[in-house]
């Protein structure tokens, strides 16, 4: 992170305060320049997944999980793992308000709806959706302004706004440019994503895990990207793998796959009412361009260890000694120089389950990426989540976001594993400990969704 005009001493004082408890700062540096968008290489995730068993065999058998999480593992690092959005992007998908469904209303310049979107309680009763459910009820635009929580930025700018100009098309286009840039642009990139969530499936599906004529591939000549479609003297001479591949984002300056899949696209965004001119939106001086995303992410630096209960506690021992977990660092410099963001999470009641991938970010395409993992059609190609012994997966089951690879990383890149507290008997609870870099734009979670499968 930059600040600016502050001195470490003031930031160290910052980090000391109760509401900021368990965070650190160090390695400050003076500089220049602030850091900017594309200055990021990386992040660094630790994650540690709790009570994790198999769903097949003994649940608890050491060495079995231990098989299991290596042979996981050692796929992901070898094969990557589909490189889908994952949630956050999106917000709940149950939700009328979901992001995308406003962002697909903005490039339809339906602005009525995309403020009925913005504005649908969803169900709960805290005061947020509470005033929500009054706006839908009456229509009451200074009643619900005074019902609604004063940090809801964005619904609170919207409310203002609409209460000056009106309900019509043209107050709520007012309303929304009432909302700063970056958020107006968020809803929109956030269906672009979703798209792009869908053709992935799709692409995997139509090819399995290789590269074919008619894909679009990244070049880079003196710090300048330029796109350009895999020709079949390139399939012939192997030049590109699936790693290389990108997908386009959807916009007005964006060049779209020449095999099937482009065709898919066309289709797909016909069926909600966009074309290429609808990504300039004057109303809303909005201009998305488009962009391009590789189909495939791979960690690097990947380590595991699996604990047992007792190795565990001695961890939860010495930091509340020491007042750091074990082995938790500061954020950290990548292999590149970028800023690496640590990043600790915890997952509750992991199982293997083996099973296909579920998909959450709209009802619309759970067909799409249940049959993404086995249908690929390339010969003697596996489509992701095609491995026998399933990987780790949640007991929880919580809903992931597509297809991916179930299978792993080398073992050679893990910890030692023996527990220092017997020998990993039926009756022990297992964890495992992970950590691992990504790129930037590329989620830990669907690192974790391939590795167990779920």
Not at 90 to 116: E, I, N, W
Not at 310 to 325: F, K, V
Request: hydrophobic share 30%.
């Amino acid at each position: 992170m930059a600040a600016r005009g502050v001195t470490p001493d003031s930031l160290r004082s910052a980090a000391a305060h109760p509401s900021l408890r368990d965070v650190g700062m160090e390695k400050f540096h003076l500089r220049q320049q602030p850091l900017r968008l594309g200055n990021l290489a990386g992040n660094v995730f630790k994650v540690l997944l709790r009570d994790v068993r198999l769903c097949q065999g003994e649940a608890r058998d050491r060495e079995q999980l231990e098989a299991v999480v290596g042979a996981a593992m050692n796929s992901v690092k070898e094969r990557g793992f589909i490189n889908y959005f994952g949630l956050q992007r999106f917000g709940s998908a149950d939700s009328k308000s979901f992001a995308p469904h406003v962002g697909r209303a903005l490039l339809k310049g339906d602005m009525s709806a995309a403020v009925g979107c913005l504005l649908h309680p969803d169900p709960g009763d805290d005061p947020v959706n509470a005033a929500k459910a009054y706006y839908v009820q009456t229509g009451d635009i200074p009643g619900t302004l005074s019902r609604m929580p004063a940090h809801k930025t964005r619904e609170c700018l919207l409310l203002k706004a609409l209460h000056r100009h009106g309900t019509s098309r043209e107050g709520c286009t007012k309303a929304f440019l009432n909302v700063p840039h970056a958020m107006r642009a968020l809803f929109v990139h956030s269906y672009c994503s979703l798209v792009w969530n869908r053709m992935v499936s799709r692409r995997v599906r139509t090819y399995g895990w290789r590269a074919v004529e008619g894909d679009l591939v990244l070049e880079t000549s003196a710090g300048n990207r330029k796109v350009r479609t895999f020709s079949q003297t390139d399939v012939e001479q192997g030049n590109y793998s699936i790693h290389d591949v990108v997908l386009p984002l959807p916009g007005n300056s964006i060049q779209y796959p020449s095999n099937q899949l482009g065709e898919e696209y066309a289709q797909a965004l016909r069926e909600d009412g966009i074309e290429r001119s609808s990504f300039r939106m004057r109303a809303l001086k909005l201009n998305i361009p488009g962009d391009y995303r590789h189909v495939t992410a791979r960690p690097k630096a990947l380590e595991w260890q699996l604990l047992s209960d007792g190795d565990l506690q001695d961890d939860l021992r010495s930091a509340a000694m020491t007042g750091h977990s074990s082995g938790t660092e500061s954020p950290s410099q990548t292999s590149t120089g970028g800023v690496g963001r640590g990043d600790t999470q915890q997952v509750e009641g992991s199982t293997t389950n083996g099973g296909v991938s579920r998909e959450t970010l709209s009802v619309d395409l759970q067909d799409d990426v249940r049959s993404a993992p086995t249908t690929g059609k390339s010969s003697g190609t596996e489509s992701p989540s095609q491995t026998s012994a399933g990987g780790v997966g949640r007991g929880d089951t919580r809903r992931g976001e597509g297809s991916t690879t179930n299978s792993g990383v080398p073992r050679e890149t893990r910890g030692p594993s023996e527990g220092r507290h017997g020998n990993g008997s039926h009756g022990d609870s297992f964890h495992v400990r992970t950590r691992f870099a990504l790129a930037p734009s590329c989620y830990a979670t669907m690192f974790l969704r391939e590795v167990m499968n779920t």
